[in-house]
């Protein structure tokens, strides 16, 4: 069983920031690619930001010079550094791993809300 447990989400105005923390646990095999997806109402889902294990990083180009992701792979954790915040941004962001299998998880998703 593997858990994801996030964190960090909330309310905020426009130009602030939030950092976000997923902690994944369980029966993990070589946790490969960590990352961040978002929904907002009416729309599909996105990728936000992902990170593999080797510290490359790779984030969506709405996002790109305000968000930044990093991971703790001792700690099986994954950030996503939020700064400069519009109202756009607002959403339920979710964590994903993808183990060497290629098998992938999903957290329970935590709402971000930007005020303008």
């Known amino acids: 069983q593997v858990q994801l447990v996030e964190s960090g989400g909330g309310l905020v105005q426009g130009g602030g920031s939030l950092r976000l923390s997923c902690a994944a646990s369980?029966?993990?095999?070589?946790?490969?690619?960590m990352g961040w997806y978002r929904q907002a109402p009416g729309k599909q889902r996105e990728l936000v930001a992902t990170?593999?294990?080797?510290?490359?990083?790779n984030l969506a180009d709405s996002v790109k010079g305000r968000f930044s992701i990093s991971r703790d792979n001792a700690k099986n954790t994954v950030y996503l550094q939020m700064n400069s915040l519009k109202p756009e941004d607002t959403a339920v962001y979710y964590c994903?791993?993808?183990?060497?299998?290629?098998?992938?998880?999903w957290g329970q998703g935590t709402q971000v809300t930007v005020s303008s």
């Open positions: 994903n791993i993808m183990n060497a299998l290629g098998r992938g998880y």
């Open positions: 369980g029966s993990i095999f070589m946790i490969n690619v």
């Open positions: 990170i593999t294990s080797s510290g490359s990083s």
